[in-house]
C-alpha cells in the first residue's frame, strides 16, 4: 500500500516538474483585464492559471475558460478551477452556483453536469429551482439541469477518492514537492474514514429528493383537482 501511494505521489510530482517548466498561455478578454475592476474573460490554453489577491487564490486548469465578474464572484464556463482560498466566494455555473464563506473546493464542467468536490469549504450549492444543498467537506456529487418536473438533477453525495484527488491536484499544486506530499499526508488524516459517512449522507438526500417529488405530485394532483371543479362550475352556469 504504502508503494502505491509513493507511486501515485511521484506521478502527481511529475506533473508538477512539467507544469512548471510548461510557458504561459493566458488570453484575456479584454486585454490585460486580469487585475482591472472590470468583467474579464479569461482562456487558459497549454498552461494552467494561477491567480491570488487579498482573500482569494484560485486555479484554472489548461483548457479551461471562465470569467472574474467581480473580486469575490467567478464564473466558470468550461474546464475545472480549484478555489484554494476564498472568503465570501461566489462561483457560477450554467447548472448552479457555489456560495462559500471560507475555504477550499473544486468544480468541474464537463458535458451536461458539473461536479463539485469540496475539500474544507464551508460550501453551499444554490440550484437554478431555488433550491440549495450544502456539500460537507471530503465529499462530491454532479448536477445538471432541469427536468420535466421543474426540478433540478443532481447525483449521489459520495466520499471524495483521494487517489483520483490526488492526480486533479499535483497539476495545479503551486508549491514544492515535498510540500505537496505534506499537504495529502494532512489531508488523509483531516478526511478520515469518509465511506460509511457518505452513506448516510446520501440516503438523507435521496429521501429528500423523494419528499419533494412526492410534494410536487400533490400539488400537480391539487391543480387538477382545481381545474375540474371550475369546469364543472362553468357547464353548471350554462
Known amino acids: 500500500m504504502r508503494i502505491a501511494w509513493r507511486i501515485l505521489i511521484f506521478i502527481a510530482a511529475f506533473q508538477m516538474e512539467v507544469r512548471v517548466r510548461a510557458s504561459a498561455d493566458l488570453l484575456q478578454q479584454p486585454e490585460a483585464c486580469i487585475n482591472t475592476q472590470e468583467l474579464c474573460s479569461l482562456r487558459a490554453n497549454r498552461q494552467a492559471f494561477h491567480y491570488q489577491d487579498q482573500n482569494t487564490k ?37 447548472f ?51 427536468n420535466s418536473l421543474g426540478q433540478t438533477e443532481y447525483g449521489m453525495i459520495e466520499a471524495v477518492d483521494l487517489r483520483k484527488h490526488i492526480l486533479d491536484w499535483g497539476p495545479l499544486f503551486t508549491g514544492t514537492v515535498a510540500q505537496f506530499r ?47 371543479i371550475d369546469d364543472q362550475k362553468v357547464r353548471r352556469l350554462y
Open 96 to 146: 448552479a452556483e457555489m456560495e462559500s464563506k471560507r475555504g477550499q473546493f473544486w468544480v468541474f464542467v464537463e458535458n451536461e453536469k458539473v461536479s463539485v468536490r469540496n475539500v474544507d469549504a464551508d460550501l453551499v450549492i444554490h440550484f437554478r429551482d431555488g433550491k440549495s444543498l450544502p456539500l460537507p467537506a471530503g465529499f462530491e456529487f454532479w448536477v445538471s439541469g432541469i
Open 182 to 228: 505534506g499537504a495529502v499526508e494532512k489531508l488523509k488524516e483531516n478526511w478520515g474514514p469518509l465511506a460509511v459517512k457518505g452513506g448516510n449522507l446520501y440516503q438523507e438526500v435521496t429521501d429528500r429528493k423523494l419528499a419533494s417529488i412526492a410534494e410536487e405530485k400533490r400539488q400537480q394532483d391539487l391543480r387538477r383537482q382545481r381545474i375540474l
Open 58 to 94: 484560485l486555479h484554472l486548469k489548461a483548457k479551461s475558460s471562465a470569467e472574474k465578474i467581480a473580486a469575490h464572484q467567478w464564473r466558470l464556463t468550461s474546464g475545472t478551477v480549484w478555489v484554494e482560498k476564498a472568503t465570501d466566494f461566489k462561483l457560477e455555473t450554467l
